[in-house]
């Protein structure tokens, strides 16, 4: 099975927001919100698809205030296609990318029990040799108002290059 990782464009943001609803860890969101992601964010993208299905995908932006940073927004592959790099190709695809500003960071939030995505982080953190740094972004009371669980915000940086 030929595997394609790109940027995502326009005509796979339905497809991309029938992965994310297929997987019950992730927040669901509106197809217009998946389709802006494949737009206006495609360069901070980055979808695996087959000829047949999509099987992975990860929106991220550069932070407004912080062009240095990728923000990853949402990480999703699909359950048969774990386990076989896919979510951390992707996440290499977007940061070998040519910038005006290079990503030198990386940040996310993850909730606490959710151990593939901390894995997933760590991992990251070893491949650029750069530390992983764990504090609370979104309280489950604060923020939530009891409804979903605390969202902690992990930053991985300096990245140094590989290879
Ligand atoms: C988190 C997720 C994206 C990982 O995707 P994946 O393609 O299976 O991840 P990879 O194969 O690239 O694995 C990356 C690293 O994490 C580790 N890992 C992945 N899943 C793991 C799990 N369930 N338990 C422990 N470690 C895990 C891998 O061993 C690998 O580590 P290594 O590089 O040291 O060998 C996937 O499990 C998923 O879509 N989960 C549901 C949605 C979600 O929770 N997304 C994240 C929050 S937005």
Redesign the pocket.
């Known amino acids: 099975m030929d595997i394609e990782i790109r940027r995502p464009s326009t005509t796979d943001g339905h497809h991309v927001n029938q992965l994310v609803t297929s997987?019950p860890?992730?927040d669901d969101n509106s197809t217009y919100c998946n389709l802006l992601q494949c737009s206006h964010f495609a360069d901070t993208s980055a979808i695996a698809v087959t000829d047949e299905e999509v099987l992975?995908f990860i929106s991220g932006y550069a932070k407004p205030d912080q062009p240095d940073t990728l923000f990853?927004w949402?990480?999703?592959?699909s359950s048969a296609?774990?386990?076989?790099?896919?979510?951390?190709?992707l996440l290499k695809d977007i940061l070998q990318r040519t910038r005006p500003t290079p990503f030198r960071y990386i940040e996310?939030t993850?909730t606490a029990d959710?151990?593939?995505?901390w894995?997933?982080f760590?991992?990251i953190a070893?491949t650029y040799d750069a530390p992983l740094n764990r504090s609370l972004m979104f309280d489950r009371a604060q923020h939530f108002n009891d409804e979903h669980d605390s969202e902690l915000l992990a930053r991985i940086g300096p990245l140094h290059k590989t290879q």
């Open positions: 997987i860890q992730l992975g990853v949402q990480v999703a592959v296609a774990r386990g076989q790099g896919l979510a951390s190709k996310t993850i959710n151990e593939a995505s894995a997933l760590r991992s070893r």
